[in-house]
């Protein structure tokens, strides 16, 4: 069912900072920010031969990255996103599976454009996953 | 300076149920399981098309993966893999740019028989961090 690794989210306290350590000190090309309100970041990536590397930071006072960095002061890999062919067929398998499926349970855009859904970490060994439909 | 996403690793509290998990309810292309006691883990790759997720469990009492699990009973993403062309070339940028490599500085022979290296995760985002030459 799950396709290509289509990127690593890593939260962090201070965008500036992780911009210069990924840029400057590992070399990477890394995109200028972009502010997501209506996913409360402010998102810079990271481009890699194979994948992609998310850099997280909150935008706005309901930002879900604000309460994962109160616990993570320095900042951590949030979640990783797998890509599929058919969200929904990937939800009946899921739920059938008696995976939770995070919210109403339906997909909703994603920061991509594209349908997306995350699934309970409790249910994927202390993971937050999050599937594309692509 | 870094270039593929080699390796995604997750530590498991329950190898069976991960593999379950990763082989049934995600139905990816899963291997069998591989004891590597010279670093005190028993891992299954997750192969996907552009990259693969390590599951890692503890083998041994001398195992790296014992204290993230006592942090993190349930499990959770321990560490991301970049492959690096040269990784002495690499120690010398990051040294010179202040980040720590973990242990005595110098490149490991890791699980795949190429060297890496770990980053401190204080000096990298609170992200433990491998390069692995290529």
Do not use: W
């Amino acid at each position: 069912m799950i396709g290509k690794l289509n990127h690593v989210a890593i939260a962090v306290a201070n965008l500036d900072e992780a911009v210069k350590t990924y840029s400057q000190s590992l070399g990477a090309k890394v995109s200028p920010p972009q502010d997501l309100p209506e996913h409360g970041v402010r998102v810079v990536f990271v481009e890699l031969p194979n994948s992609k590397i998310e850099l997280l930071s909150p935008l706005g006072a309901e930002s879900p990255i604000t309460a994962f960095l109160a616990k993570n002061p320095v900042g951590g890999m949030h979640h990783i996103c797998y890509e599929v062919d058919n969200i929904a067929t990937a939800i009946t398998k899921l739920q059938a599976d008696g995976v939770r499926i995070l919210g109403d349970g339906k997909p909703k855009i994603g920061a991509h454009g594209k349908p997306v859904i995350f699934m309970h970490p409790k249910d994927m060994g202390g993971v937050l996953i999050e599937l594309e439909e692509v």
